[in-house]
């Protein structure tokens, strides 16, 4: 269906105008005539149906008549001038759009720019990616061969591991013999260890007996030593007591020589006495050298006990030192 104001009659005064100016009344001169108005397909029609018209009928553009031609060119003056507002407006309409389509042109070939700029820049990173991806496949290629040597290297490894493991199994094994015999020699020390634990302690003993014995000897030895040393200082006082007598005698000897004429009398006495003074000395000197032969001798046998009792003391202390540095059971045992 035709658009308002678009009929056939219309369309027949437009190509009757284009015709008359002597062109060829194409679709889109007669709808330019019409001011731009109508469908084409409509238009398409209308001339189809005129042409059809015009061929049955055999009228030719030359048989016109002046007032046919008078009244088509007013009416394509009228219809030129009431089409020319709407094309003045189509005009500006048409400046407008192409200015904006200038404006939109411009802003897209700024697009285009950057874009072209953006293109570049993804051109050159996918020139580095490519760069990157032919390293990386080089790489890839590398760790490949280095995997695939890797794995025979794990091979490798493998087989040792397994070599390594009979190894283990059979030092274990041998282990496992040791330990038996190790166990077996263990029982051996330890019985030879008790026998010789209880022979160093039946020697302990017999040494702590021989020890008390040899210290209650000495404790003997020594109250004699104590009793033959009162014994000495006793008799050294007596003889410090006779020599001094012996001094004094002399002295009385001496006055009395001096004095024989008067002592004549009493020398028989003092000869007695003196007789008698010699004789105590003599058997005090006697007595001091048999208190010190006696001395001598208990000195001597404190000498020897000290001795016996100090090769009692190192045997015992040997003894224990053995006893001590003798390996303690072993837990395992």
Known sequence: MARGGVNKAVVQIARTAILARGEHPSIDAVRIEMGNTGSKTTIHRYLKELDETDSRR????????DELSELVARLAQRLKEQAQEP????EAHYEQLKAELRDQLAQAQQDHLQLQKELDIQNTALQQETANLEATRSMLQTEQTRNAA??????????RLNDRDEQIRSLEEKHLHARDALE??????KEQREQEQRRHEGQ????QMELRQAQQSALVRQDEITQLHRD???VLSESRALSKEL???????HKLSNLNERLTALLSQQESERTLLQERLRVATQESQALKEAQ???????AALTLRALKAEAALDTLTASLSSTPKEDPEL
Do not use: K, P, T
Not at 58 to 65: C, K, N, S, T
């Open 58 to 65: 055999g009228v030719q553009h030359e048989q016109l008549g």
């Open 87 to 90: 094309i003045d407006r189509a």
């Open 150 to 159: 890797l794995n025979q290297a794990c091979s490798d490894f493998e087989l």
């Open 184 to 189: 077996h020699y263990r029982s051996a020390v």
């Open 204 to 207: 302990l003993q017999q040494l």
């Open 232 to 234: 000495n200082e006793r």
């Open 247 to 253: 001094n004094q005698a002399s002295d009385q000897q």
């Open 296 to 302: 001598n001798q208990a000195l001597e046998a404190s």
